[in-house]
T-cell receptor, first 116, second 114 residues
Framework: AQSVTQLDSQVPVFEEAPVELRCNYSSSVSVYLFWYVQYPNQGLQLLLK??????LVKGINGFEAEFNKSQTSFHLRKPSVHISDTAEYFC??????????????FGRGTSLIVHP | GAGVSQSPSNKVTEKGKDVELRCDPISGHTALYWYRQSLGQGLEFLIYFQGNSAPDKSGLPSDRFSAERTGGSVSTLTIQRTQQEDSAVYLCASSPGRGVYEQYFGPGTRLTVT
């Protein structure tokens, strides 16, 4: 079964500074990778996804992530954060498990806290 | 267009009572998922529906939990004889299910068992 590790439970950063949220997953032949954001009292919203092709993926709100197959990582980055980026971020991975149903496995989340 | 909706948004119940949580997926989405989110625990998969196939119930934590999806659309998650450890946010997500793998989440139902 797939497992997903988000190495930091909380990342504090000052406004306009760069940020990287780390995600590692267990090895698999073929994976699909996602980052979701959850604002307080809301459901999750897709930030970006990697299905195939270019390993650098750009998403909404200026975020990007890089798929690194050899390191089984999919780290999320933003060059300059805003106060409004304060939220919980989840990495998710799915593969052809469970009879090909593509049920994703989620990490435990990283709380990004942007200080003025 | 309309997103995934869930009702109620908050539910407080006494230990031992049964509860029903409802999810209305995006129209036309064939895949529907239920998750449980506890503080600091990430998302715990509960059950997955895909079209007319038999649901994947492998994530249900006990036989007190069940779910159904009527007409390939609305889904209801039922928890019988609720326990305090059932307190959590229950999230529903849907997906087009045709080569599109990202999920669209509802706002969740916060369940508190007293």
């Amino acid at each position: 079964a797939q497992s997903v590790t988000q190495l930091d439970s909380q990342v504090p950063v000052f406004e306009e500074a760069p940020v990287e949220l780390r995600c590692n997953y267990s090895s698999s032949v073929s994976v699909y990778l996602f980052w979701y954001v959850q604002y307080p009292n809301q459901g999750l919203q897709l930030l970006l996804k990697y299905l195939s092709g270019s390993t650098l993926v750009k998403g909404i709100n200026g975020f990007e992530a890089e798929f690194n197959k050899s390191q089984t990582s999919f780290h999320l980055r933003k060059p300059s954060v805003h106060i409004s980026d304060t939220a919980e971020y989840f990495c998710a991975v799915s593969d052809r498990g469970r009879g090909g149903s593509y049920i994703p496995t989620f990490g435990r989340g990283t709380s990004l806290i942007v200080h003025p | 267009g309309a997103g995934v909706s869930q009702s109620p948004s908050n539910k407080v119940t006494e230990k031992g009572k049964d509860v029903e949580l409802r999810c209305d997926p995006i129209s036309g989405h064939t895949a529907l998922y239920w998750y449980r989110q506890s503080l600091g625990q990430g998302l715990e998969f509960l059950i997955y529906f895909q079209g007319n196939s038999a649901p994947d119930k492998s994530g249900l934590p006990s036989d007190r939990f069940s779910a159904e999806r009527t007409g390939g659309s609305v889904s209801t998650l039922t928890i019988q004889r609720t326990q305090q450890e059932d307190s959590a946010v229950y999230l529903c997500a849907s997906s087009p299910g045709r080569g599109v793998y990202e999920q669209y989440f509802g706002p969740g139902t916060r369940l508190t068992v007293t």
